[in-house]
């Protein structure tokens, strides 16, 4: 996987390439040290704590981020507290910890978020929608569009001939890089390919469930499908697809 480490104020990309986002962790922590600098304030920054705040997630995906997050404090002898992005009490915890950084995990986020509430202290974004992030800020993105491109690869190499697409419920900027890649590796191999969309942003309502047994019923069988959502894969496996291969 690619992961960008950038600033949104400026030209400067840093493109790291890791198997897993700890070696990415690993480079946030060290960045915290070397941006800590006394602000002439009468209290000391807590050098060795960090703050990890969590989106509202469905999926546990900021569950295991702090996984991997703790993972690394603890083997460079930092501590970990962790709070949701959801408390109204976030400035007076920046207050009372004063914290050598924040790490704020925005896989499923979509609202703005205001940096003046923790004051000078260092932040660092997962996952924030680089095209919505504001100015001067640090944001590290999986590069979306290879995904798609790899799953496409991957399911062209067997015998199926149609393909299809199920995205992640919602409209999310890594839906539309995965799908893209997705697209551009059968388009260039003379393929195309069918991609489920629903008014039903939840995908537990009757809505969406019907909607997507209509999509998947209609689909040209044998049929290899890229699933770009676990609950759908759990949901609607081998019963639901019994002739197409799912990756």
Not at 199 to 213: E, F, I, S
Request: net charge positive; aromatic share 12%; charged share 25%.
């Amino acid at each position: 996987r690619t992961y960008e480490f950038h600033r949104v104020s400026t030209s400067v990309r840093l493109t790291l390439y890791h198997k897993t986002r700890f070696a990415v962790l690993h480079f946030v922590f060290y960045c915290f040290s070397s941006l800590y600098t006394p602000d002439g304030c009468d209290r000391i920054r807590s050098m060795h704590l960090v703050f990890f705040l969590k989106s509202p997630s469905k999926t546990g995906a900021s569950d295991r981020q702090l996984v991997g997050a703790r993972d690394i404090a603890a083997r460079l002898g930092w501590d970990i507290r962790d709070f949701s992005l959801l408390s109204a009490d976030l400035p007076r915890l920046v207050e009372l910890w004063n914290p050598s950084g924040i790490i704020i995990e925005c896989g499923e986020w979509k609202r703005p978020i205001d940096l003046r509430q923790f004051g000078k202290t260092p932040v660092v974004f997962i996952d924030h929608d680089p095209t919505t992030l504001g100015k001067g800020c640090f944001n590290i993105v999986q590069d979306t569009v290879p995904t798609g491109k790899a799953a496409a690869c991957e399911l062209m190499l067997t015998d199926y001939r149609h393909f299809a697409f199920v995205p992640f419920a919602g409209k999310w900027w890594w839906n539309e890089g995965r799908e893209r890649g997705f697209s551009e590796a059968l388009a260039l191999n003379g393929f195309s390919y069918r991609s489920f969309s629903t008014r039903a942003a939840d995908p537990h309502t009757r809505g969406y469930q019907r909607d997507l047994r209509k999509f998947l019923g209609a689909l040209p069988m044998p049929c290899a499908v890229f699933a770009d959502r676990r609950r759908m894969r759990k949901r609607h496996g081998p019963r639901s697809l019994t002739d197409a291969q799912k990756r």
